[in-house]
C-alpha cells in the first residue's frame, strides 16, 4: 500500500534559524496536505498542494511540491518560539477517502 | 459551530473491557474518520465513512469496530481492550463534495489499558 516518510523525526533550532522537513511517497499523490499539531493539542490543516512542481508560501512558511509528485517539503525561514510542535505531511493517492500521513517531524525552538 | 465532538478526553481501561469513544460533527460533513496517534508512528487510519450507513478500514483496523447511523456520529467501538491500544485517538472529518478534502480534527481522547 501507499507509503508516506517524513523525515527527520524530531529537530531543535535555536530561535531564527531555518527549519526544513521532507516528506516523499512510495507512489504518486494526487496532492497532499500539510497539518501543524502545537503540543498536548490536535492537528491543524496548513495548507494543500496539488499540481506538479507547486510553490506555495504563507509568511515564514514554504511549502514545495515535486515534479513527480511522490515529494514535498515545508521550510520555515527564521523560526519563532511560535513555531513550535509537530508538522505532518498526508499523501492521498486516487482513492477517495485514503489520506496517508507520515510519521511527523517534531520541531523545538530554543529562545 | 462546535465543529468535531469527541468524548470522552481521558478513559483508562483494564485488559478485556469495552467501550465507545464518541464523534460527534456539526458541520454536515460527509466523511469522517478515527486515527490513532503513537510515538514515532504518526496518525494511522483506523476506519473511515464516506456517508451514513458506510464504512470502511483503514491501515489498522483490528481491534476496532465503527458504525455511521447518522451523518454527524462516527462512534469507535473496543469490544476487547488490550495494553496495544494504548493511544491518542483523533476523529476527523471532511466534506466530501470539497475538492480539498481538507481534514478537521477533534481534540483527541487519550487511551490507556492496563
Known amino acids: 500500500g501507499q507509503q508516506v516518510m517524513q523525515i527527520p523525526q524530531y529537530q531543535h533550532v535555536q530561535e531564527g534559524e531555518d527549519f526544513t522537513t521532507y516528506c516523499n511517497s512510495s507512489?504518486?499523490?494526487?496532492?497532499i496536505q500539510w497539518y501543524k499539531q502545537r503540543p498536548g493539542g490536535h492537528p491543524v490543516f496548513l495548507i494543500q498542494l496539488v499540481k506538479s512542481g507547486e510553490v506555495k508560501k504563507q509568511k515564514r512558511l514554504t511549502f514545495q511540491f515535486g515534479e513527480a509528485k511522490k515529494n514535498s517539503s515545508l521550510h520555515i525561514t527564521a523560526t519563532q518560539t511560535t513555531d513550535v510542535g509537530t508538522y505532518f505531511c498526508a499523501g492521498r493517492g486516487t482513492s477517495y477517502g485514503k489520506l496517508t500521513f507520515g510519521q511527523g517531524t517534531i520541531l523545538t525552538v530554543h529562545p | 459551530n462546535a465543529g468535531v465532538t469527541q468524548t470522552p478526553k481521558f478513559q483508562v481501561l483494564k485488559t478485556g473491557q469495552s467501550m465507545t469513544l464518541q464523534c460527534a460533527q456539526d458541520m454536515n460533513h460527509e466523511y469522517m474518520s478515527w486515527y490513532r496517534q503513537d510515538p514515532g508512528m504518526g496518525l494511522r487510519l483506523i476506519h473511515y465513512?464516506?456517508?451514513?450507513?458506510?464504512?470502511d478500514q483503514g491501515e489498522v483496523p483490528n481491534g476496532y469496530n465503527v458504525s455511521r447511523s447518522t451523518t454527524e456520529d462516527f462512534p469507535l467501538r473496543l469490544l476487547s481492550a488490550a495494553p496495544s491500544q494504548t493511544s491518542v485517538y483523533f476523529c476527523?472529518?471532511?466534506?466530501?463534495?470539497?475538492?480539498?478534502?481538507?481534514?478537521?480534527f477533534g481534540a483527541g481522547s487519550r487511551l490507556t489499558v492496563l
Open positions: 476527523a472529518s471532511s466534506r466530501r463534495s470539497s475538492g480539498a478534502n481538507v481534514l478537521t
Open positions: 507512489t504518486t499523490l494526487s496532492n
Open positions: 465513512s464516506v456517508g451514513a450507513g458506510i464504512t
